[in-house]
Nanobody, 124 residues
Framework: VQLQASGGGLVQAGGSLRLSCAAS????????MAWFRQAPGKERELVAS????????YYTDSVKGRFTISRDNVKKTVDLQMNSLKPEDTAVYYC??????????????????WGQGTLVTVSS
């Protein structure tokens, strides 16, 4: 599975961005998908994840009500709509795909494939 993330950029606080991740590979549409982020000097954290059928999603507390994860299994894409952005959302955002057979949305260990990262900068 190969992942290509896009959509990062510079935005003012309160603004919106939409990240997109294109997956390739025969099994891409049958894997958990997620977005992680890593801010300078901090550990990588799971931001949002989505089940294969998209009927179950997870958000870390700090983004609930502001971010929305979605996927299109035909196009093999997973998007992260980010609204009401805050300076503390500034980070490199990575999309990730689950290992074969993984089902734990909230476990970082579930994810085996990573995109190259896209930088999101929120100015105050």
């Amino acid at each position: 599975v190969q992942l290509q993330a896009s959509g990062g950029g510079l935005v003012q606080a309160g603004g919106s961005l939409r990240l997109s991740c294109a997956a390739s590979g025969r099994t891409a549409s049958s894997r958990l998908m997620a977005w992680f982020r890593q801010a300078p000097g901090k550990e990588r954290e799971l931001v949002a994840s989505i089940s294969v059928s998209a009927n179950t999603v997870y958000y870390t507390d700090s983004v609930k009500g502001r971010f929305t994860i979605s996927r299109d299994n035909v196009k093999k894409t997973v998007d992260l709509q980010m609204n009401s952005l805050k300076p503390e959302d500034t980070a490199v955002y990575y999309c990730a795909a689950g290992a074969a057979g993984s089902s734990q949305l909230t476990s970082s260990d579930s994810y085996a494939y990573w995109g190259q990262g896209t930088l999101v900068t929120v100015s105050s």
